[in-house]
């Protein structure tokens, strides 16, 4: 696919979405339709909005390649993983040579 066309399909898809998008809108007028009607007339009613899932709404933090990569760390530690450095020529810190 060219960029020519790669663009063209995103203008295509900014104008009518398709799959994910239209199926997360039918699930919030399900679960909107549900909610409205077992609400009672006392409170504040449900609004469509209330159901859309919100992906991409809000700022997105920039992160350089560092604090990227600490957080990753972290969090994989968090889940027990543990790291071993690796030297600028490939091999692991506690790689004593060929063949380990």
Known sequence: MSVREFIAWQGYFRVE???SEKADLRAAVGAWTTASAM???K???PKLD???PKWDRG???RRTPEQLRAEL???FRAAGVKF???KPDGRAED???PGR
């Open 95 to 97: 790689d004593s040579g």
């Open 84 to 86: 071993r450095e690796v």
């Open 50 to 52: 209330d159901f859309v």
């Open 73 to 75: 760390e972290a969090r």
């Open 59 to 61: 700022e997105r933090r």
């Open 17 to 19: 979405p398709w799959e």
């Open 43 to 45: 409170g504040r009613k």
């Open 39 to 41: 609400s009672s007339s």
